[in-house]
């Protein structure tokens, strides 16, 4: 969980490499940019939380393949 870390920057696509990741918690931080669509091939991913950042652009549709997402 590295939620409220004080995290700045952006992320990388090579996240999409960690296909094992259930929880991506990195919420309420100072990340930019856009949300890479690799994140997509997170399919093992349960929880995404990005909110309180400060992302650019759309929401990727390569996330609609996240069947097993419950918390976005």
Known sequence: ??????????LVPQLGL???LQYLEL???NISGPI???L???????SLDLYLNS????????LGKLTKLRFL
């Open 27 to 29: 919420y309420s931080n």
């Open 18 to 20: 960690l296909k094992n």
């Open 55 to 62: 992302f650019t652009g759309e929401i990727p549709d390569s």
């Open 1 to 10: 969980d590295l939620g409220n870390a004080q995290l700045s920057g952006t």
């Open 36 to 38: 890479p669509s690799d």
């Open 40 to 46: 997509g091939n997170l399919t093992n991913l349960v």
